[in-house]
């Protein structure tokens, strides 16, 4: 609650955390996962798999995939988190104007036509013609 | 918005004077302008254009009061509407009838604002419960939108439920994460020392990248700690405010309007 009169930044939900079992199931296979990829990747580089001359170029696929996992995962885990392991918190904010409600009229929300009211052709002449009749 | 709330008052003032000739003339000149407004606009396709020339004395006349819900049907059509809303937590506010003006109307208030539902429509109040409260009169007042029927507990929460168990499992995981990162990024930046710095280059950046990425999850999880510790704090005192057992002081209404002596604490409001 603020004391200042203004009601900007009062908590106006909070939901706790979800934790369904399921995602802590998920969270925690994929940290250990994560754990693996990360530590066989580290291992990899200090192996030297990622020269050529030494296994025929296989390892420098090999970790290029362990690369890319490691980063997806850590995408999964954060957004697990987010999604599950955080409160649903909505707090009061003043609203910004947009550039909608400066610019935009309520008549012109479907935009114009090119066509307009004399024809596509008329529009064109107007365009490339700045004298032509009004 | 604030149109769909005024129209219903806008009604009124077709309604007849005391004297009956009078009447009749009013009677006769108010369907020759209705005549002439209807021919004048296309309501079918009311535009922006339109609405800037329509007069104040068109605008009563073309208006039909029995298109709107009104009444004591709205009062409780909003009610139903507000009491779904509050059980989504889209609304934070407390529910309760009471005589204002010497017409019996729905209060919402929450701590620090309020908002009084008229039974013509018009809404009243300030703050954030005036805004949430408004687009809900508005589509309560349409016959052709349907109000949702609200859970039977639909109160907010009590403020000791929020203090309740909830796992720390998912700030564990993370900060697991962190610390094996961490510690197998030191080691990439140590062999990358020993080995030699050119030639596992690599290495030494992949380390300094988990180190990094390591300190950047202990960040995140120390911040939702903390904000989270800080934000249960402020939603139990403003729970604890709003179900204290006192009316708060800005409410224009004395306690005597209300229905009931109490104010309700969550579990008893409104409840027949």
Redesign the interface.
């Given at each position: 609650?603020?004391s200042s009169g203004s009601?900007y930044g009062?908590?106006?939900?909070?939901?706790?955390?979800r934790?369904s079992t399921a995602a802590?199931i998920a969270?925690?296979l994929l940290?250990f996962v994560?754990?693996i990829f990360?530590?066989l990747?580290?291992y990899g580089?200090?192996a030297n798999w990622?020269v050529a001359g030494l296994d025929a170029g296989v390892g420098n696929t090999l970790l290029g995939f362990l690369l890319s996992a490691i980063f997806l995962n850590?995408g999964f885990?954060l957004l697990?988190?987010r999604k599950?392991?955080?409160?649903d918190?909505?707090i009061?904010k003043k609203r910004r104007r947009k550039w909608e409600d400066l610019y935009v009229?309520?008549?012109d929300v479907e935009g114009q036509s090119l066509a307009g009211d004399a024809g596509a052709w008329d529009t064109i002449k107007r365009a490339i013609y700045p004298y032509y009749k009004r | 918005m604030t149109d769909a709330s005024d129209e219903p008052s806008a009604g009124r003032t077709t309604e007849p004077s005391a004297d009956p000739a009078a009447t009749g003339d009013d009677d006769q000149s108010v369907e020759d302008l209705r005549r002439q407004v209807e021919a004048k606009y296309d309501f079918e396709d009311f535009s922006e254009a339109d609405m800037a020339e329509i007069s104040p004395e068109e605008w009563d006349v073309a208006f039909d009061a029995d298109t709107w819900i009104t009444g004591d049907e709205l009062l409780e059509r909003v009610e139903r509407e507000l009491k779904t809303r509050i059980a989504y937590r889209e609304v934070f506010a407390m529910l309760e009838y009471a005589v204002v003006d010497g017409r019996r109307s729905l209060v919402a208030y929450s701590d620090t604002d309020y908002a009084i539902i008229f039974p013509d429509g018009t809404v009243e109040g300030r703050g954030t419960v005036v805004r949430d409260v408004k687009p809900t009169v508005a589509l309560c007042s349409m016959e052709s939108y349907d109000v949702e029927e609200p859970p039977a507990d639909w109160h907010l929460p009590e403020p000791a439920d929020l203090a309740g168990e909830h796992s720390e499992l998912g700030n564990w995981m993370l900060q697991l994460l962190a610390i094996a990162q961490l510690v197998i990024g030191v080691v990439a930046i140590g062999i990358w020392l020993v080995q030699g710095i050119q030639s596992q280059l690599v290495l030494g950046v992949v380390g300094v990248v988990l180190v990094v990425i390591s300190l950047v999850l202990f960040l995140m999880v120390a911040n939702a700690r903390l904000s989270d510790r800080f934000r249960t704090e402020a939603y139990e005192s403003r729970l604890r405010t709003i179900g204290s057992g006192d009316r708060p002081s800005f409410l224009p209404i004395d306690d005597e309007a209300f229905e009931r002596d109490a104010p309700p604490r969550n579990r008893s409001p409104l409840e027949e």
């Open positions: 609650m603020s009601t009062d908590i106006h939900r909070y939901e706790p955390a934790e802590a969270i925690v940290t994560q754990i990360v530590s990747f580290v580089l200090s990622g850590l885990i697990l988190y599950e392991f955080l409160p918190v909505m009061v009229r309520e008549s | -």
